[in-house]
């Protein structure tokens, strides 16, 4: 299990400083979270404004 970022990710990068785990990534302008590093602790569902980010 891990968090997800979906398509309604408008990509403002807030996620990826509030991850204690540094499981959020950028590529190419896709933020994506890394199923191995997220250990579901939810801190980055709160601080995405588009409500983008979920458990899988
Ligand atoms: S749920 Fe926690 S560990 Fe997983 S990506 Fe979000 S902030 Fe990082
Ligand atoms: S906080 Fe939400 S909108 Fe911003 S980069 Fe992260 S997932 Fe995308």
Redesign the pocket.
């Known amino acids: 299990m891990a968090h997800k970022?979906s398509d309604a990710?408008?990509?403002?990068?807030?996620?990826?400083g509030d991850c204690p785990n540094e499981a959020?990534s950028e590529s190419g302008g896709k933020?994506q979270i890394d199923p191995e590093k997220c250990v579901d602790c939810g801190a980055?569902v709160a601080?995405?404004?588009?409500e983008?980010?979920a458990p899988e």
């Open positions: 970022i990710c408008a990509g403002c990068g807030s996620c990826v959020i933020y980055c601080s995405c404004p588009t983008a980010i």
